[in-house]
T-cell receptor, first 112, second 116 residues
Framework: NAGVTQTPKFQVLKTGQSMTLQCAQDMNHNSMYWYRQDPGMGLRLIYYSASEGTTDKGEVPNGYNVSRLNKREFSLRLESAAPSQTSVYFCASTRTVTETQYFGPGTRLLVL | DQQVKQNSPSLSVQEGRISILNCDYTNSMFDYFLWYKKYPAEGPTFLIS?????DKNEDGRFTVFLNKSAKHLSLHIVPSQPGDSAVYFCADNLPMFSGGYNKLIFGAGTRLAVHP
């Protein structure tokens, strides 16, 4: 049982390049989330998917898009990366609204 | 607007002593609070939680206290061990029943260092 997995672990991009961060969970959870964590700050919600087929904006959605491919997978896309998107990105999932979220190991992204 | 504040960015404690990590919040009603622990290069892992209807929850060496009148919660680790060295995040968990998801509002974290 792998829990929540994320790929890649680390990525360097040049300004303007695009990339997709992948996330998958094997816990049959309904809701999935993307967060970013910056130094001296807590995790901030970028986008979430309450269930398969639905996505919605979180606190800091600008510059990102998401796709809930199926119940297991939730990807985050940067269409044109900017240095301000240098961060650590975490994916999370939860079964119901009252249960805790389980996090993946993170993707460290550096945009030059 | 819900906020969670952890005003101590770091804490250093000797092994065997008590570690106390603090967290303040705003605007709670049906809130449910969580503590997450994070090691370097790993994702946050759930540690312990407390419902707003309780004032204490204990799990082994970890106890969380909730003071609703002061809108304050604290995590006590007794006795502290070197393996407890990590960043601890306090989070306010708001179930959004109509939207079918739960909203986590995180504090900035406190880095705990436990020295032998």
């Amino acid at each position: 049982n792998a829990g929540v997995t994320q790929t890649p672990k680390f990525q360097v991009l040049k300004t303007g390049q695009s990339m997709t961060l992948q996330c998958a969970q094997d816990m049959n959870h309904n809701s999935m989330y993307w967060y970013r964590q910056d130094p001296g700050m807590g995790l901030r919600l970028i986008y979430y998917s309450a269930s398969e087929g639905t996505t919605d904006k979180g606190e800091v959605p600008n510059g990102y898009n998401v796709s809930r491919l199926n119940k297991r997978e939730f990807s985050l896309r940067l269409e044109s990366a900017a240095p301000s998107q240098t961060s650590v990105y975490f994916c999370a999932s939860t079964r119901t609204v009252t249960e805790t979220q389980y996090f993946g190991p993170g993707t460290r992204l550096l945009v030059l | 607007d819900q906020q969670v504040k952890q005003n101590s960015p770091s804490l250093s404690v000797q092994e065997g002593r008590i570690s106390i990590l603090n967290c303040d919040y705003t605007n709670s009603m049906f809130d449910y609070f969580l503590w997450y622990k994070k090691y370097p290069a790993e994702g946050p892992t759930f540690l312990i939680s407390i419902s707003s209807i309780k004032d204490k929850n204990e799990d082994g060496r970890f106890t969380v206290f909730l003071n609703k009148s002061a809108k304050h919660l604290s995590l006590h680790i007794v006795p502290s061990q070197p393996g407890d060295s990590a960043v601890y995040f306090c989070a306010d968990n708001l179930p959004m029943f109509s939207g079918g998801y739960n909203k986590l509002i995180f504090g900035a974290g406190t880095r705990l260092a436990v020295h032998p």
